[in-house]
């Protein structure tokens, strides 16, 4: 067999043969590489990458965040509406007459710990051709101005996940973009029920239609589990309306208390699915702060960040300045509890100040909001030490800039 190919300065190519069991690539004498049972080997530093697999040398290759869902913000509990979110950055979507319960379970193939569960709870054959059930990830427009969408040159992606469902045969999966006229659905097939298998799918670059490259949705990645006549229709080439599926994708809502789970989710640029990019919860955690943020739950705990910043007569302003990291956009602030019992207006020392109608915010920016706080006759003549403050494990300050 071939043992030694070198690239002599002076001789030309040189093939060496051997009965070795290692191939060596050497160049003017000098071994680069080698190849054996054991794999492949290199002495010397690796030089002039330009690409890993067409896309950054670097980490932050995917284009999913909290791909194997460790954030979770909101709570672990289970959702059932539409537009609820199991898990940050993941989002449902539900219009018919079943019911559809998600919710992050600890069951995950080796190398995670959490996934999404998808139960069917009513079941909807999809009869209705409006009828539609996914879990969506919406992409910032902002991380996807490399994919070139739009534009020729276009560059592939590639999906990646785990995968497990009660029922086998084609799924469907696709990409839309904002205005929702442009899509192209990909099928992967589930061949062993309740066993975790890992997919992928390659989605060719669009070079047509509109895809925003803002703070708006750029690309949006969803997972059918039920689609009516409406969305049905060609998979593999980009089309110009949303579609969701083929004509013989799996209709999982069909079938009542069907489960089908994911986890290891990644969007890359590129034809080949590489390993998952782990990041640090941290890192996670804060890419997932760019969208929700969620504050308290301690009773006791201030939800404004500084007390009381203005009187303006019967009503008086508090602020959350979030951090000085912004936020995707101004977001919505809401308090969640009762009045007065699971959240507040309090005095230094936490003393209860009652009466207090904590309403609107006046005032929203990407790194933070201002409360507007009323009470008829409370005779202050100027700002004492107040504060918003969580009474319960119930009162919760959340800030929203989700897609």
């Known amino acids: 067999m071939v043992a030694k190919i070198n690239a002599d300065t002076s001789g030309g190519l040189k093939i060496t043969s051997d009965t070795s069991g290692t191939l060596e690539i050497q160049s003017a004498g000098t071994t680069k590489f080698t190849v054996n049972s054991a794999g492949v080997a290199m002495p010397g530093p690796l030089t002039g990458l330009t690409s890993i697999n067409g896309g950054q040398v670097g980490g932050s290759r995917n284009k999913i965040i909290n791909g194997a869902m460790e954030i979770n913000q909101r709570g672990t509990a289970a959702v059932a509406t539409d537009q609820a979110f199991p898990s940050d950055r993941f989002k449902t979507g539900e219009a018919g007459g079943?019911?559809?319960?998600?919710?992050?379970?600890?069951?995950?193939?080796?190398?995670?710990?959490?996934?999404?569960?998808?139960?069917?709870?009513?079941?909807?054959?999809?009869?209705?051709?409006?009828?539609?059930?996914?879990?969506?990830?919406?992409?910032?427009?902002?991380?996807?101005?490399?994919?070139?969408?739009?534009?020729?040159?276009?560059?592939?992606?590639?999906?990646?996940?785990?995968v497990k469902s009660s029922l086998t045969g084609n799924f469907a999966c696709f990409l839309v973009n904002a205005a929702q006229n442009r899509s192209l659905v990909k099928q992967y097939n589930i061949a062993q029920a309740d066993t975790w298998e890992k997919k992928s799918v390659t989605f060719v670059g669009d070079e047509a239609g509109t895809w925003l490259i803002t703070n708006g949705i750029g690309l949006n990645l969803c997972f059918t589990l039920g689609a009516g006549t409406n969305y049905a229709g060609t998979i593999d080439s980009w089309q110009g309306s949303r579609l969701m599926r083929g004509s013989s994708s799996v209709q999982f809502m069909a079938t009542v208390n069907a489960t089908w789970f994911v986890t290891g989710i990644q969007l890359e640029v590129g034809s080949t699915a590489t390993d998952f990019e782990y990041r640090s919860n941290g890192q996670e955690l804060a890419l997932c702060r760019r969208y929700f943020r969620k504050f308290g739950g301690i009773a006791g705990q201030p939800l404004s960040q500084q007390g009381a910043q203005y009187l303006d007569g019967n009503t008086i302003y508090f602020s959350y300045m979030a951090d000085l990291s912004e936020m995707r956009a101004a977001p919505t602030a809401s308090l969640t509890g009762t009045v007065n019992t699971d959240y507040a207006v309090y005095q230094s020392g936490f003393t209860k100040q009652a009466g207090f109608a904590i309403g609107a915010v006046a005032y929203s920016s990407k790194v933070g909001v201002l409360f507007q706080t009323v009470k008829n006759g409370h005779g202050l003549s100027s700002i004492p030490q107040l504060f918003l403050g969580a009474g319960s494990t119930s009162g919760f300050l959340q800030l929203s800039a989700e897609l």
């Open 98 to 162: 079943g019911n559809m319960t998600c919710q992050v379970v600890a069951d995950a193939p080796a190398g995670f710990r959490n996934s999404i569960k998808a139960i069917a709870s009513t079941a909807d054959d999809c009869s209705q051709a409006a009828d539609e059930y996914t879990i969506q990830h919406r992409i910032e427009g902002n991380n996807v101005v490399d994919l070139y969408y739009g534009n020729s040159g276009a560059k592939t992606t590639t999906l990646s996940f785990w």
